[in-house]
Structure formats: C-alpha cells, structure tokens
C-alpha cells in the first residue's frame, strides 16, 4: 500500500492512496501523478474524461511521452524548460494557473489550466497535476493553433494560391507568401490590415453581406469574384473562396480565405468580349452584304440575262431565213435591247460603288438644306399636282452623307408624288430620335401598296406594283442597299388607298 | 389541235414562238397574254382548251411564281392539268430549285428558244393527247 506526504500539509500525515484516489474522483478538477522514471503512475475520473486518456498511458516517462504535445497561449510548441510539471518536479517550486494546449493521447485538443506541486510519497518524489478546462482560452486560440501547424507547412507557401486566415473583424491573422506576392505587403504589414482596408470599395459591400450571412448560419461557405487593391495601387481581380471556421459550441472563430489573382484571367475574358462583340457586328454587316451579293446575283440572272438573251433568240431567228417584214421586226428590237443591257450594266455598277466608310466615321448632314434642294429639283412636279409637304423635323442632323440622303428623298419624295391618288398630294416629312437611330419618314395620302401581295418584292430589283407606272422599279432598291451599307435600315407601312408611310432609320455612332 | 397559251410580257418571245410554230408545221394554236394577272383572270373564266403553259418568271405586278400559287390553289384552274413549262432566260440556281420542286411544273426552259425545244414541248402533249 502506497502513502502520500503531504509536504505542506502541517500534520505531514501518511495518507494512503487509495483514500485519496476516492476524494479525488469526486473533484470537479482533473488529477494527473507522475513519477520520476515512472511517469504517469495515476489519474483521476475527469482527468480521463478530460483527457480521453486510459490505462495504457500510465507507466511512461513524462520526458519521453511524444503524444503530450503541449503548447503555449499563442500556438507555438510549450518549451520543455517551462513546462510546470519540469520545474515543479526540479525545483520543488509549486506552479499555478498554467495556460497550456495539450494535444491528447486520442488526437483532440484542449486548453487547460494547470497546477503543479510536489509531492514526497513514501521517499518517492511525484509530481501532482490539478488542472481545469480553459473554455475561454480555447475559443480565442483556436486559429492560432491552426494557424501555427498549416503556416509551418511547405506547401501552403511554394503555391501561387493566396491563403490566409482571417479574424471575424476582418483583420488578416495569418497569410501565406502567395498573397504577400499577390497584393504587395509583406507579412507583418499585411497583418496590420483588415481584408476591407485594401478591398476594392465597389465591392466592400458584397463581401461584408456574404461574411454577415456566413456569421448568421446562412452559408456554409461562398465563392466571391473581387478586386483588391494592390499596394502600388492598382487594382486586381480575385476569385476569393471563404470557409467559416467555428468552434466546438459553434461559435465563429475565424475565416479561412483561398485567393487566386485572375486579373489576367479577366483581362482576356473582356478582350474575347469586346472581340466578340465586334465580330457580332462584321457578321450582321456580312449578312446584309451577303444578301446585297445575292440580289445582285438576282440582276445578273434576270435583268443581265434578259437582254443578251433576248439578243442571241433574234439571232437564231434571223438565221431561219425570214419573209422581210418578220426580219424587220426582229431587227428593229435589237438598239432597245442593247440599251436596256447598258442600262443594267450602269445601275449594277452604281449600286457596288457605295463606299464603305465605317457609319461613325459619316459627317451628318443638315436634312433642312437637302429637302431645300430636293424640293427645288422636283418644284415642277410638286406644283403641278398641288403637293403640300410638310415637315416635322425634332432631329435636323441627319448622320449620313449629303449626296445619298439626296438620293433616297428624290426617290422618296418622287415616289409619294407619282402614286398619288385622286385628291392633292400631302407628304408630311418627320425625324425623330429612335433609341440609336435617327427616324426619318415620308407619309402620303397616295394610293398605297397591296404589301400583303407584295411585301417580299418591294425592295427588288426593277420590281413594280402598280400597273401604269412609268417607274423604273430601282428606287426603294438603292435606298434599302445605301441606307443598309451604312448599318441602317428601312420599314414600309401601306394600306391600299390609304397612303404609304416609308421610315428609314440612320444608325447614329 | 395542241393549244399553247404564252404568259410573257417580253414582245420578243411571243414572237419567237410565233416563227417556231409557223415553221414546226405542228397543228398548233398560241393564245397570247402580255400580263399574268390577266391571263388568270381569261384563263378562269373563259374556259378555253389549253393544253400547254408557257410561262415567263420576271413579269411586273404578278410573277410566274404567284401565278403559279393562285393555280395551286384554284380547284378549277388544278383540274385543268396543264402541261406547264417555265421559260426563262433565268440561270439563278434558287429558280431552278424552285421549279423542281412545284408539282405543277413539268420542266424548265431556258431562253433563247429553239426549234429543237419547240418540238420537244408539243411532242410532249401529243403523246398525251394520243
């Protein structure tokens, strides 16, 4: 049977183990005995539940128990020359309130707070170690634990991913190399920050809502694209990944940031973007070039093929020996038809040269000094029938070149004025603004266009609705292929004996 | 008796036919309209035999296409069973396509018109009238 000695006790009465062993079970605190060479000879119900230690750690030198890791408040590894159960044991010094980490024998931590004091049991000297939970210190310490082992770590550095944790007040606790590189601050510097000093303030707000709804149990974790402000100044885009960390009473502790710079990413992205878009715009121009190629295509086949066709028929008749008058009639045909083929020839020719300058590049033009012009050239016309034109200009800047916009408004105007009904010609002329473009439409009382009937023809080729027209069937064609070349476009709306309304929509740069 | 009835507003060609049919020696009557819109209008009322159609594509007002549009979808004017041809100077590869695929088209002719075509055209009614 083992006694204990008391060395302070005044009676200095032999106590015998076990008695004390039954006290000390009932106590809310742990109880640890080690021996000299022995080790831990003896502990106690709390200190096993404390612990989450058992038998067979008993009976180890204290010195070379490798499971104890202890540390100190701040994380780093409690020397063993200040460790309380040494220097009780050495000194005979009793130690009290110890704040230490201790890394238990079944992997969990805890914080403890110890007291150590020498004992003399039957000529053996023992160490007693009472200690308590540090709920406190535990939950303040926990990152620093963390922090302390995953910062040692190699890899947490030689990577080109920012990591860092960071308080719940936003202050940097600890970050790696990577996001010193990254936003310019050394380590010490950086710690004297909080994530909001250097966040890009556009998106302070952003991040604090995700950290609030973090904190409140809404998100586990969260992705964020962000820009930092670098230290030189300039600005970086980040995609920045969060995770909570909380301890064992769920109580937020700290952050854990991933960050990778994907400023260059962004870079390329916007590049492919605004290439992208620029493309978009070369490709409606294609189609709509494409469709021009095909109307031409359309001209070459009938109104080119016509002619020389009509040509070569006369030939081949000529040559089946013909009474005169028939060879007279055929012959006679040939002059029109060669002028027709000219005729052709030119208007195809005067529909390729549009130039092709960039719509922003078009000086605008006044629309009040080209209806002067144009109503001077068709003043004959105008008179005759009594036309009235009005004008309702709110846009007078028209962004297109002068001489076209004469064009499609001698066209326009000469259109309203040969389908004219019965009663006086009334053209109103409007301009308006139409989101990017500018609206210029021509209205008249004439007698319409069947476009259920005719809607797919009206801006073809030598194409005519009306039966006694004396019209070449080219004008809308040219206004639709100029207007369309400088990225605008034109709209008819008409009811038979009503009138016709033609918009025609300049594209403003 | 084969009737042919012309739908071209080119002079030209009713006269080319004219010569052809002249000098086919072919039992042939060629009933003449310059308008498609009109030629719909006498073809529908008036009733007249015809057994074959010549018709141009690029007229004004009304087209070879839409002229062919209101025959789909006359009762009357289907019944006929015309042969039609199309006849153009018309290379356009979309026409042609066109032309294949309407049921209503037998074949496409492409101007100038020969002899030999003519030929082809009434041989092709007789054998049927036969």
């Known amino acids: 049977m083992k006694e204990i000695q008391l060395p302070d006790s005044p009676a200095r009465e032999v106590i015998a183990l076990e008695q004390l062993g039954a006290l000390w079970d009932v106590l809310d605190d742990g109880v640890l005995l080690f021996h000299q060479y022995q080790g831990l000879v003896y502990f106690n119900a709390q200190a096993q539940s404390i612990l989450g230690?058992?038998?067979k750690n008993l009976l180890h030198p204290i010195a070379e128990n490798q499971e104890w890791a202890v540390f100190q408040v701040d994380g780093s590894p409690f020397p063993w020359e200040k460790n309380p159960l040494r220097i009780s044991y050495q000194t005979g010094a009793s130690q009290r309130g110890i704040r230490m980490g201790v890394h238990c024998p079944n992997g969990s931590y805890v914080w403890l707070v110890v007291s150590t004091q020498r004992v003399l049991i039957q000529d053996q000297q023992y160490v007693l170690s009472i200690f308590h939970r540090d709920t406190e210190h535990m939950a303040v310490s926990l990152h620093e634990q963390y922090a302390n082992q995953f910062f040692s770590k190699s890899f947490v550095h030689n990577t080109t991913i920012g990591i860092a944790f960071v308080g719940i007040d936003g202050k940097w606790l600890e970050v790696n190399q990577a996001l010193q590189k990254m936003l310019g601050y050394g380590r010490e510097e950086l710690l004297a920050l909080t994530f909001q000093d250097i966040t890009h303030e556009e998106d302070l707000l952003e991040g604090i809502d995700l950290l609030t709804r973090m904190l409140d149990n809404q998100l586990m974790t969260y992705q964020l694209e962000k820009r930092y402000v670098h230290k030189d100044g300039s600005t970086l885009w980040?995609?920045?990944?969060?995770?909570?960390?909380?301890?064992?009473?769920?109580t937020p502790r700290f952050f854990i940031s991933r960050i990778i710079d994907i400023t260059e990413h962004k870079r390329m992205l916007e590049m492919l973007e605004s290439q992208n878009q620029a493309l978009q715009q070369n490709r409606q121009l294609l189609q709509k070039q494409i469709q021009q190629l095909l109307d031409f295509n359309q001209i070459v086949a009938h109104n080119l093929r016509g002619p020389a066709s009509s040509i070569q028929q006369i030939c081949y008749l000529l040559e089946l020996d013909l009474p005169r008058q028939q060879h007279d009639q055929l012959t006679q045909q040939?002059?029109?038809?060669?002028?027709?083929?000219?005729q052709t020839l030119d208007d195809v020719q005067k529909t390729i040269t549009i130039p092709k300058v960039p719509s922003h590049e078009v000086e605008p033009c006044d629309l009040k000094h080209v209806l002067a012009k144009v109503k001077e050239k068709l003043s004959h016309s105008l008179a005759e029938n009594q036309a009235i034109v009005q004008e309702f200009l709110r846009v007078r800047m028209i962004p297109f070149p002068a001489d076209y916009l004469e064009m499609i408004l001698?066209?326009?105007?000469?259109?309203?004025l040969e389908f004219r009904s019965e009663s006086p010609p009334r053209i109103r002329i409007r301009t308006s603004r139409q989101g990017n473009y500018v609206a210029l439409s021509i209205i008249d009382n004439g007698i319409g266009i069947d476009l259920k009937r005719y809607g797919h023809q009206l801006f073809k080729y030598q194409k005519r609705f009306h039966a006694h027209s004396s019209g070449s069937g080219k004008g809308l064609f040219y206004v639709k292929n100029q207007v369309e070349a400088?990225?605008?476009?034109?709209k008819i709306k008409s009811e038979l004996g009503k009138g016709t309304r033609v918009s025609v929509y300049f594209q403003t740069p | 008796m084969i009737n042919i009835a012309?739908?071209?507003?080119?002079?030209l060609f009713h006269l080319t036919l004219d010569i052809l049919s002249k000098r086919s020696g072919e039992p042939v009557k060629l009933h003449h309209y310059f308008d498609a819109q009109q030629a719909l209008q006498d073809l529908t009322s008036q009733d007249p035999f015809i057994d074959v159609l010549l018709l141009d594509l690029n007229m004004p007002l009304m087209d070879g296409w839409q002229f062919l549009a209101h025959v789909q979808t006359s009762a009357f004017l289907y019944e006929q069973n015309w042969q039609i041809y199309i006849c153009s100077s018309s290379l356009d590869a979309r026409d042609h396509k066109r032309a294949q695929e309407n049921p209503l088209v037998k074949d496409f002719l492409v101007k100038p018109f020969k002899m030999a075509t003519f030929t082809q055209v009434v041989s092709s009614v007789s054998h049927r009238l036969h």
Do not use: E, H, K
């Open chain 1, 53 to 55: 230690i058992s038998t």
């Open chain 1, 238 to 250: 980040a995609l920045v990944s969060v995770t909570l960390i909380r301890n064992n009473n769920q």
């Open chain 1, 334 to 342: 040939i002059p029109a038809l060669a002028s027709q083929l000219l």
């Open chain 1, 410 to 416: 001698l066209t326009l105007l000469g259109n309203a």
């Open chain 1, 486 to 490: 400088f990225g605008g476009y034109v």
């Open chain 2, 6 to 11: 012309v739908i071209d507003d080119d002079q």
